[in-house]
């Protein structure tokens, strides 16, 4: 299983919320390029970025931050999201180095967008879905759809999607434990790797990730318990792949 560090960016500093509150942000680092290193330096084999005032605003706002980080660690997978709904920009994003983008409010607002994607630029889109209480939630996770996980995930699955993000709304930020039953149930409905998030606070989450990894999920991301220092990303990875293998990135 892939530990994945998330670097949240908001006005170009890093950052983590809580319950995704822009209102309730703590800033981790000035320099995303620094902060990165960090994590490479521990060893990371991916990393999960998002542009939260991009979340907000519907277009990007720091792109400038994430294109610096790919162009600073060529060789490293990244994973983008935030603000990202239209062509353009997963094109501006991939021609930039990042290896996927990460589509959530328009892939539910518009579903059709994401098979679009999917032809155009095969094996680079991941949809992210948010959840509460089982429901989709949109627009930086400021309103509640009335879409099932499940279906919605079952739906992407069809139009090529490389892999789903699944972040259980009520645990991110809080330090509160990952929701492992959520994120089985979504993995065992569909054949696409799952990436949880939201809630990893320690070891005891890698253990029970990896005690149903086989059920497809892939990989967890993790923010704020890396940057207080709870979890340990090169002791987390290597406990990772003592467990589950060494993963692909």
């Known amino acids: 299983m892939l530990l994945i560090p998330a ?25 995303p390029v620094a902060v990165a290193q960090r994590w490479v330096d521990a060893g990371a084999r991916r990393l999960h970025m998002v542009d939260l005032n991009g979340a907000f605003a519907g277009k990007p706002v720091n792109a400038g931050a994430i294109k610096a980080v790919a162009e600073a660690f060529p060789e ?3 994973q983008v999201g935030g603000g990202i709904r ?12 990042v290896q996927y983008t990460i589509i959530g409010t328009r892939a539910v607002s518009a579903p059709h967008f994401i098979n679009d994607l999917c032809l155009e630029f095969p094996g680079h889109i991941i949809v992210g879905l948010d959840a509460k209480d089982g429901k989709v939630a949109i627009d930086g996770w400021s309103k509640l759809s009335n879409h099932s996980a499940i279906d919605m995930a079952q739906h992407f699955e069809q139009d090529g999607v490389a892999a789903i993000v699944f972040t259980d709304i009520g645990r991110d930020g809080m330090m509160s434990g990952v929701n492992v039953d959520s994120t089985v149930e979504l993995a065992q409905a569909i054949h696409i790797p799952v990436i949880a998030s939201g809630g990893i606070t ?9 005690a149903v990894t086989d059920e497809g999920i892939m ?16 002791e987390a990875q290597q406990l990772a792949d003592e467990l589950c293998g060494k993963p692909e990135q």
Not at 12 to 30: I, N, P, S, Y
Not at 202 to 210: Q, T
């Open 7 to 31: 670097i949240d960016l908001k006005d170009g500093k890093c950052v983590r919320l809580r319950q995704g509150k822009m209102e309730d942000a703590t800033v981790f680092g000035d320099d």
């Open 76 to 78: 490293l997978p990244i």
């Open 86 to 97: 239209d062509e353009d920009t997963v094109q501006a994003y991939l021609e930039a180095g």
């Open 202 to 210: 320690s070891l005891d989450d890698i253990r029970a990730l990896c």
């Open 219 to 234: 990989g967890a991301i993790t923010g704020r318990a890396l940057y207080e220092g709870t979890l340990d990303l090169a």
